[in-house]
């Protein structure tokens, strides 16, 4: 992995955790959301902390490179950060709820292409029942964003 691009991950991942303590708010979500951003939410009654880690980038010629970044949020309370991945790759990202790994096994890290067939984002979750989820969201599809 480049310098330049960790950079640039670590500058993206940085900025969402400037941006909650500073409290600012979540920009509308639309159709025009860019390819590879990052958007956190909890729709749950209780706070919860929302961790991502970076674990690998397919072709690193470099090998192995972990970028981690956790988020904070109240009930109802949400967050997005603009093209954080900007790279033409897959990557391999792995979550965390509250410092642990997510009860579904299958909820615990993702493969994700921003760039693939369909421009897409991803989208971290912690639904009104407790539950984690992840999407990978299309910016290609109608209607914007609907998770």
């Known amino acids: 992995m480049s310098s ?8 993206g991942l940085g900025a969402t955790a400037t941006a909650l303590l500073t409290g600012c708010a979540t920009p509308e ?9 990052l958007g956190f ?10 961790g991502v880690e970076l674990t690998d980038t397919a ?15 109240r009930p109802g309370e949400e967050m997005f950060v603009p093209s954080v ?3 033409e790759t897959t990557y391999t990202l792995s ?4 410092g ?14 921003p760039y693939g067939k369909d421009d897409s984002w991803v989208s971290l979750v ?6 984690f989820s992840w999407y990978d969201v299309s910016t290609r599809s109608d209607g914007g964003y609907e998770v």
Do not use: I
């Open 29 to 37: 979500r639309d159709e025009s959301v860019p390819a590879g951003s």
């Open 59 to 73: 072709g690193s010629d470099q090998g192995r490179q972990t970028v981690e970044s956790t988020v904070s949020l």
């Open 95 to 98: 979550f965390t709820v509250d």
């Open 100 to 113: 642990d790994p997510p009860e579904r096994e299958d909820a615990r890290t993702m493969e994700f292409e």
């Open 41 to 50: 939410e909890n729709r749950h009654r209780l706070p919860h902390t929302l």
């Open 126 to 131: 912690v639904e009104d029942t407790g539950a």
């Open 4 to 11: 330049h691009y960790r950079r640039t991950v670590l500058f």
């Open 85 to 87: 991945f900007s790279e």
